[in-house]
């Protein structure tokens, strides 16, 4: 987001206070929705809960289409919509919620670096195994991202959004990847993680910011989507200090919820 566009959403933002029917939309919790999209769903709601914003959960099968940006989650606010962690992280601050003021300058940059982490490494592996993988693709993405369309609608926008998917990976030198070097990125991303946690509870010590947050959702997401191979989940679990840290946030943020009602599977922890 430019300056300039942010100075626009803390003005409008900081007019009116942080409504009780807030609402977050996302695609079809049990049919439709897919791994990357569940992980920057449950970010957001996480980071909502960490801040004590009250938010509702809405699926629609048109959610993406919905999104100004075109993409999901995004957030019904009073009279605005917000999509993506990042715009929502300024929106909620302009509105006096911030989890990171705390932080000094240095401690600030070293968060957006591990984000940015996450999500080059992270939503990144899980879009190239969700449409570039073939047997992924062909047994779970296609399907559950067309089920909601008529034929032929629902095999004309697969095949746009998994062709929009290999162009992204093309760009940035992911085409040529083959899917155990993939798994490898997600590995290095974890030990990097995982070596900044440590023994902390959060990333920066008592306390959880948008960067416990996005972490949560993305890596609590990857241990409890079934895809064809436990491969991705496997690299998480190899991490004990991620998977607590998963568990806390869990109980911490969701223990009002079923399990099932976060992500659709039991609990890797019960």
Not at 95 to 121: I, T, W
Request: net charge negative.
């Amino acid at each position: 987001m430019s300056l300039a566009a942010e100075a626009f959403v803390s003005q409008i933002a900081a007019v009116e206070p942080w409504p009780e029917n807030a609402t977050l939309y996302q695609p079809l919790k049990d049919d439709q929705i897919l791994l990357s999209d569940h992980a920057s769903s449950l970010a957001v709601q996480a980071y909502l809960r960490m801040c004590t914003l009250p938010v509702q959960v809405a699926c629609r099968a048109n959610a993406e289409y919905m999104s100004p940006s075109g993409k999901v989650p995004f957030i019904h606010v009073g009279n605005q919509v917000v999509s993506e962690l990042g715009p929502i992280v300024q929106f909620t601050k302009a509105k006096g919620h911030s989890l990171s003021d705390g932080l000094n300058e240095v401690q600030k940059a070293e968060m957006k670096a591990y984000m940015e982490l996450v999500n080059s490494m992270l939503l990144t592996a899980e879009l190239y195994i969700l449409w570039c993988d073939e047997n992924t693709a062909k047994q779970i993405t296609v399907p559950r991202y067309s089920i909601p369309y008529p034929w032929p609608l629902n095999h004309i926008l697969a095949y746009q959004k998994q062709w929009e998917v290999k162009r992204k990976m093309k760009a940035i030198g992911w085409a040529g990847k083959t899917i155990d070097q993939v798994y490898e990125d997600v590995s290095q991303c974890c030990q990097a993680l995982s070596q900044r946690l440590g023994t902390q509870p959060y990333f920066f010590n008592k306390q959880p910011t948008e960067l416990d947050a996005l972490v949560f959702g993305h890596l609590f997401t990857i241990l409890t989507t079934e895809l064809t191979s436990d491969a991705l989940a496997d690299r998480v679990k190899n991490y004990s200090n991620l998977l607590s840290f998963c568990q806390r946030i869990e109980k911490n943020y969701f223990g009002d919820n079923d399990s099932s009602s976060i992500v659709g599977r039991t609990s890797p922890f019960s």
